[in-house]
């Protein structure tokens, strides 16, 4: 069973920073995009953030409600996937999740909590 790891998160007061990372199998990292996606609570999982496969950074996108604050990376030595959270809000609250497609199927990573009060 292929197994994405999250790390990272906690809790963070408005304002503040926060960074997670997921661990990825290297036989898919390297043929893949990654994007993280979030859950709040009584909401649907909604995405976030993808990167593409080539070169260190590769081709970034993010949703509205996050850019210019939330940004994703990878590294390819490491076959991690990272995504820094700066000015946290309150809505930013939620499960975090690493995903992935791979020949046509989806890999989740088991979530990781991000809240964000004062």
């Known amino acids: 069973q292929v197994q994405l790891v999250e790390s990272g998160g906690g809790s963070v007061q408005p304002g503040g920073s926060s960074s997670l990372s997921c661990a990825v199998p290297?036989?898919?990292?390297?043929?893949?995009?990654m994007s993280w996606y979030r859950q709040a609570p009584g909401k649907q999982r909604e995405w976030v953030a993808s990167?593409?496969?080539?070169?260190?950074?590769?081709?970034?996108n993010y949703a509205d409600s996050v850019k210019g604050r939330f940004a994703i990376s990878r590294d390819n030595a490491k076959n991690t996937v990272s995504l820094q959270m700066n000015s946290l809000k309150p809505e930013d609250t939620a499960v975090y999740y690493c995903?992935?497609?791979?020949?046509?199927?989806?890999?989740w990573g088991q979530g990781t909590q991000v809240t964000v009060s004062s």
């Open positions: 995903h992935t497609n791979h020949g046509g199927r989806d890999y």
């Open positions: 290297g036989w898919i990292f390297g043929t893949n995009d």
């Open positions: 990167i593409g496969i080539y070169g260190a950074t590769g081709t970034t």
